[in-house]
């Protein structure tokens, strides 16, 4: 079993910066054998990949939308992975969700609470 417990959202700014963290933890689970994912939900919406990180860190991908904004980065000694979002739009406003799994094409097994992030005009 995985538990992923993400924490930062709040209300912020256009043009503004926030990070997000998300904390796992497991009685058999290894961070550092899982690729982690962030994904977020806006209202009406329905949920949409933001990011995600390779095992050690070496690779990452990102939604369009937030290329050049968000940076998605991970500390394996911590059992955390991080999401700083800077220049931040009034349509990133979402539930962000902290993901989790073996494989990229697996990065859904797992799934934190969620948490707000309220970008204001």
């Known amino acids: 079993q995985v538990q992923l417990v993400e924490s930062g959202g709040g209300l912020v700014q256009a043009g503004g910066s926030r990070r997000l963290s998300c904390a796992a933890s497991g009685r058999t689970f290894t961070f550092s054998s899982y690729y982690m994912g962030w994904f977020r939900q806006a209202p009406g919406k329905e949920r949409e990949f933001v990011a995600r990180?390779?095992?050690?860190?070496?690779?990452?991908y990102y939604a369009d939308s937030v290329k050049g904004r968000f940076t998605i980065s991970r500390d394996n000694a911590k059992n955390t992975v991080y999401l700083q979002m800077n220049s931040l739009k009034p349509e990133d406003t979402a539930v962000y969700y902290c993901a989790a799994g073996p494989s990229i094409a697996r990065v859904g097994d797992y799934w934190g609470q969620g948490t707000q992030v309220t970008v204001s005009s």
């Open positions: 990180i390779s095992w050690t860190g070496g690779s990452t």
